[in-house]
């Protein structure tokens, strides 16, 4: 099987941490990585020129989103996602599993696939392992993630050893499904917080791998509502036993305080709505730590939001006009508080890159955060 994704490329590394790239056919991801999440075929509020000024690697697509509205085929006829959104860099696309579970209602689980009730309408859909990847096939992202049973935080064990014993069965079904050429498929691991059971699925799936290869390594089942310190103890004893030669995906993480964690034990990709979502509701992220943009003290303020950002937002308007956009209501305080704390993040994870190229992570982690502690922003 020809492999559409190179070999993933360590070029430095410091402890777990590392700077690396693999190429897709769309061009190179450099990483660590933020990916900016674009749901339903945009990153919500900002335009793929505005995305392209920011520069993310990798975007994000969703498998159960476009496969209901507008439909995968009505997107692989009219050229695929790329095309359809204008975006020509590599995409990733979800598979559908953690929406189902976190969107529609009355849904079946069954070791067929899932039945569920769109949340647009109501009408019944059923997803499947076949049925995912070939929804992927027709968006023809870069980056096919395998379809999983993502666990709610908290599942007992018994539970979630069922659970995990499925996502396997359903992985091993995506892997035969024939996707594209150009298409890399990445496994995704469960176990929630425990590391015995989060080893056990790895040896499953590596079992699979050692047949056919996967192009890289999710870890799945974090960031639905378990406690952050439970997370960030997983993180640091089980991601360093990932396979090390290939990209390692923190799925739905994170702040960037969970960004620097992440790197600093080994991973290399992440993706959050968190960016967009807190800019929509006027929390900005910042050198200095997080900013509400509607707080009275910015109403006269004729400073940037960040001295050290350069995106559009930053480098156009005072503080003052971000306040009177989001107090007025405007369309405008969306689109520019999500290109900022875009940049923001993007740019974090391309600085940690950097700072790992130049030996130098340690001391970069430790001003970051210290300067997200100083003064009030
Ligand atoms: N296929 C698959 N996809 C996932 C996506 C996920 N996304 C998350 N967490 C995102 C949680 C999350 C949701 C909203 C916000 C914004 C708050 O302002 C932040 C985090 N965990 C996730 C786990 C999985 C998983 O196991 N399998
Ligand atoms: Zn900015």
Redesign the pocket.
Known sequence: MSCPLSPFQVEATCGPARAGRFETTRGPVLTPAFMPVGTQGTVKGITPAQLAEIGPQVILGNTYHLGLRPGDELVRDLGGLHAFMAWPGPILT??G??QVFSLSSLRKIKEEGVTFQSHIDGSTHFLSPERSMEIQRNLGSDIV?AL?E?PPGRMERPALETSMARTTRWLQRCRAFPLGERQGLFA?N?GGVHMDLRTRHLHEILDLDARTPFQGFAV?????GEPKDEMNALLSEFTPTLPADRPRYL??V?TPEDLLFGIAHGVDLFD???PT??ARHGTLLTSRGRVKIKNARHRTSSLPLDPDCNCYACRTFTRAYLHHLFRAGEMLASTLNSIHNLSYTVGLTRAARRALLENRFPDFARRTIDQWNTEEP
Not at 220 to 224: A, C, F, I, N, Y
């Open positions: 979800d598979s599993g953690f993630m999983d993502c995704i469960q799945g089942g974090l960031s639905v799925m739905g994170g959050c709505v968190l979502r807190e």
